[in-house]
């Protein structure tokens, strides 16, 4: 197993953990999308969990703010709070709110969770970035059913229009949105053609091979924003939970909580952090 599929195996023993103590949702989505984001924090952004408001620091956006576990998880695990602090998630003035915000979390760079708005901030500090200069990266993950929203295509055709080959997209494409598949609900085929004909450079991968998703990170284009699609499984990693919608909303308790965390390799399951 290398570095990051430990940190990927890591993040959803957390949000599986996290999601049940607080009795939150949206474990499907944010388990989806680990290895995504162990590729980011444990090898791509570059961030000084030390100075979380370093100025040279590259942004992420986590534009589908509704998975914000997963998030707070992969901070946690960089260094930017303490790992103990995942136990207040979605508690009672806890400052971990389901959808995630930059309120008092450092590493944060946006409170989001209405979708359809992370890409646009995201274009726009890819734009002003570059206008001064700098060398920063800005990384937006978005959902895939976040994509009905006509905003994102707005931003999409903004940054293209503007090369802005210093922002890089993630769609997490597990094909489940929150009460039914993507498919159903509005139909995005065909995705890769619509981001190429934005003016991005489009990659699909298999959103749960860590070899892949490092390829495609590194294949950045000079003259273009980039776009990854990856393919994943909603739920991945607790057999149960995979390619289920019934898990964009329900909270692993009881005996799901148990077999989910047996299944990520904590038994007793109410062991600590590993």
């Known amino acids: 197993m290398s570095g990051t599929e430990d940190l990927a195996l890591r993040l959803r023993r957390h949000v599986v953990r996290m999601c049940s103590l607080g009795g939150s949702s949206h474990v499907g989505s944010a388990l989806s999308m680990a290895d995504i984001v162990a590729l980011l924090y444990g090898e791509v952004l570059r961030v000084d969990p030390a100075r979380p408001e370093w100025p040279d620091r590259d942004r992420f956006i986590l534009s589908k703010g509704h998975a914000g576990a ?4 992969a901070l946690a695990e960089r260094g930017f709070f303490p790992v103990d602090m995942l136990d207040q998630h979605y508690r009672n003035g806890s400052k971990l709110s389901g959808h995630v915000s930059h309120k008092g979390v450092p590493g944060v760079e946006v409170s989001t969770g209405s979708l359809g708005h992370g890409l646009g901030i995201g274009a ?3 734009f002003n970035l570059r206008r001064l200069g700098g060398t920063q990266r800005v990384f937006v993950v978005l959902s895939d ?20 080959s210093n922002l890089c997209v993630v769609i997490d494409h597990n094909k489940l949105q929150s009460l039914g598949p993507v498919a159903e609900t509005l139909s995005l085929d065909p995705l890769d053609d619509k981001w190429q004909a934005f003016g991005w ?7 749960h091979d860590h070899a892949a998703l490092r390829a495609a990170f590194a294949a950045r284009d000079p003259d273009r924003p980039t776009c990854i699609i990856a393919d994943t499984v909603k739920g991945r990693g607790v057999s149960f939970m995979e390619g289920q919608v019934l898990w964009h909303y329900r909270a692993p308790q009881g005996e799901e909580f148990a077999a989910a965390m047996r299944e990520l390799g904590i038994d007793p399951p109410a062991a600590a952090y590993a």
């Open 201 to 207: 450079a489009t990659n699909r991968v298999d959103g």
């Open 145 to 164: 059913g976040e994509c009905d929203e006509g905003s994102v295509w707005e931003a999409a055709l903004f940054a293209g229009h503007h090369r802005l």
């Open 124 to 126: 726009g500090m890819a």
């Open 70 to 73: 997963c998030i707070y998880a």
